[in-house]
């Protein structure tokens, strides 16, 4: 019997196609952004305030994951900007082959911005590249302060960590500053914005960070 | 939930590195699965198990070493050589 020394990632299949993405990202000059929560967390009511509050000149577009439906599809094609659905099937979460397969024949250069909204789930989406600039984990008041040391992971790897649903502060027994204590001590150097898309509060800060991303 | 995609991953991983010792049978596998890796240990075990059982790689073993970081590695093989 003997050890053989292997040392390879499991997800190397993956994480050579995102790297194909990022690469091709970049090139274009597309800022892509990998939106994680649980479901229910408010991603795409977010993304339907973002785009409808956008200019049509906007050059931005969106990628929804769904395991089942194109609820979200439809409902984020309202805006007028490009839409397409990723439906996988059962899979719990996106993966880089997914993602290629939807960008399929899309032009990139015709795009600064693209939002890849993944399946609701705050654990399996954090494992999967998905050659994205940055991943941002939403987390709503009414899920509980506790979440990020529950689920470090999508904390860990998310550049940014927007809490939504701040309107309903006064109804939930959320700690706001426990869950940023919570958030910086799984990653220290972690974004925190505050956004309520009910009330608005919040959503120019957002835009902030977007723009400031998408230029850099 | 995806601990079963992630356990067919390590699988393929395992057939590639026999695939190039003809007659070698693996017997062992080790991972390194961190702390961040998003990856339930329990639930990959399961899945590990479950399609494992019943083809050529069966009985094949699985160890797990925990890390700190978000690793999630097929660090070696335990091979009986032909």
Redesign the interface.
């Known amino acids: ?13 993956n994480d050579r196609i995102a790297a194909e993405l990022r690469e091709s990202f970049q090139r274009h000059g597309v800022l892509a952004v990998n939106l994680i929560s649980s479901p229910g967390s408010g991603k795409t009511t977010l993304l339907e305030k973002t785009l409808a509050g956008a200019p049509a000149s906007r050059r931005m577009a969106v990628l929804t994951g769904d395991i089942q439906t194109d609820n979200d599809a439809q409902r984020l094609a309202r805006f007028g900007f490009p839409v397409r659905q990723i439906t996988t099937g059962g ?3 996106l ?1 880089a082959r997914m993602v290629q397969k939807a960008l399929d024949g899309w032009d990139l250069d015709a795009l600064d911005l693209l939002f890849v909204e993944n399946v609701g ?1 705050l ?2 989406p ?3 590249d998905l050659g994205e600039a940055a991943k941002i984990v939403l987390l709503s008041v009414a899920e509980g302060d506790e979440k990020p040391l529950k ?4 904390f ?2 998310a550049r940014l960590l927007v809490l939504t649903k701040t309107d309903l502060l006064p109804h939930v027994p959320f700690d706001m500053a426990r869950a940023k204590e919570n958030a910086r001590a ?1 990653h220290p150097e972690i974004e925190i914005l505050e956004v309520s898309c009910t009330t608005g509060a919040g959503m120019e800060q957002w835009s902030r960070w977007i723009e400031l991303n998408t230029a850099s | ?2 601990e079963l ?2 356990a067919t ?2 699988l393929e ?1 395992v057939r590639r ?1 026999a695939a190039k010792r003809p007659g070698a049978r693996v ?1 062992k596998v080790g ?1 390194r699965v961190g ?6 240990e329990d639930s990959l075990r399961f899945s590990f198990e479950v399609l494992v059982q019943g083809t050529d790689l069966d009985p094949l073993a699985l160890e797990i070493e925990r890390s700190t970081g ?1 690793e ?10 032909a």
Not at chain 1, 151 to 154: F, G, L
Not at chain 2, 35 to 40: A, T
């Open positions: 019997m003997s050890r053989v020394s292997v040392e390879q990632k499991v997800l190397s299949e899979a719990c979460h993966d789930n654990v399996c954090a494992s999967y689920y470090p992971a999508t860990f790897k799984v | 939930m995806h995609s992630i991953e390590v991983a590195e017997q991972l702390e961040l890796s998003g990856v339930s978000d999630l590695d097929v660090a070696w093989l335990e091979v009986e050589d």
